[in-house]
């Protein structure tokens, strides 16, 4: 079979063995896409159905998660762990606690998670996991009580050498501290390795919490850099407020940007001053309210209730919410208010047809998979961290992630030019990230 016809079988394939999981299709549809001619170079991947095997993945586990409200009514929520792929190291991967969460959504973020993992060139395989469970308006003791209950079955499949979770959206620093409490009473073991995202008080790493957002506005400044161009002056918006908007906000702002507009599932606020780092921290981070309330201690900045973000004029765009959040047609309106570059904070934020909108233009174009890689990096760092019983410092911790993302560019670009698209990192984030894996694949046999 000719290889163009034969990636497309295995794409109907795919979409034929997971029936209604349409995020994992447009995930894997987005990598196919780009294998082609890594195919037509390496025979060998071919003949040893490497794709095929990729887009299997090697176990997936579902479970019940009771747990009890704060009325004593008994509530039942649904759990998943996918482990994705271990050719290059433990399965690695967050948890997404939110009402969206189906295997679907673990699977396309388990699957990007593979690629995304290889491209840091640290030893991690993917995984992704989560509940539907709705953090949002369940106080502390619920929160800890349902992250008991999802840890008293997660426990037998995890471990510091075999899958290591992490957080995403709706799990955070107190989800991970609770999930971490209950793995330790339930094996009696202090394995500070299994979880990342930890306390800095009990094995946690300097700048994982600002990691994503520092992550990809250091691969966007690499973009642009390219391009012999940098923050200096430009308007920024970024969509969302959570750990990774916060951070990023604070890192664009570092470089000489300003981001003028946030937002969360309600409505966008615009702050053409530019955010005030401190007052989101305090809303998102401590008191957990919304970012409309920003209004009321920058009474400058305007609040649009349902508005959308991609409406704002911007330079840069930087999507960090969640996925599918940018559509064709906002991507043509980016476009046509004169956007020059968009780096993907959150998983998977940019449609096919927005993603082909921003290439065909000429927008600098940075995929998920390569710009949020500095999160799970910093992850692997927190690692090695408490492999070797060690602590490092805030800066020599964000030395390592911002040489991490210049890495990741590099390897996309190279890939990119070597396989002949030129400029187009999603092109190059898929090459170089399969990779790597392919080659481990291949070398550990028919597994
Ligand atoms: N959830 C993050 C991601 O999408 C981080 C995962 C991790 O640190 O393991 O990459």
Known sequence: MPLLERVEAIYQDVVKRNPGESEFHQAVKEVLESLGPVLVKYPDFAEAKIIERICEPERQTIFRVPWQDDRGQVQINRGFRV?????LGPYKGGLRF???????IIKFLGFEQIFKNSLTGLPIGGAKGGSDFDPKGKSDNEVMRFCQSFMTELWRIIGEHTDVPAGDIGVGGR?????????KRLTNKFEAGVLTGKGLVYGGSQVRTEATGYGCTYFVEEMLKGKKNG?????VVVSGSGNVAIYTLEKVHQLGGKVIAMSDSNG???DERGFHLETVQQLKEVERRRIR???DYHKHAKYQAGGNIWDVPCDVAMPSATQNEITGKDARKLVKNGCIAVGEGANMPTTPEGVQIFLSAGVLFGPGKAANAGGVATS???????AGRE???????????????????TICSEAADEFGSPGNFVVGANIAGFIKVARAMTAHGLV
């Open 391 to 409: 602590a490092w410092g805030f800066e020599e911790t964000d030395a390592k992630l911002h040489q991490i993302m210049k890495n990741v560019y």
């Open 380 to 386: 692997a760092l927190e690692m090695q961290q408490n």
């Open 98 to 104: 939110h009402p969206s969460v189906y295997l679907g």
């Open 231 to 235: 923050f200096k002056g430009k308007k």
């Open 268 to 270: 966008v606020v615009v």
């Open 175 to 183: 989800e991970i501290g609770y999930l971490f409490g209950q793995y």
């Open 293 to 295: 309330d920003y209004c």
């Open 83 to 87: 482990q994705f792929n271990s050719a």
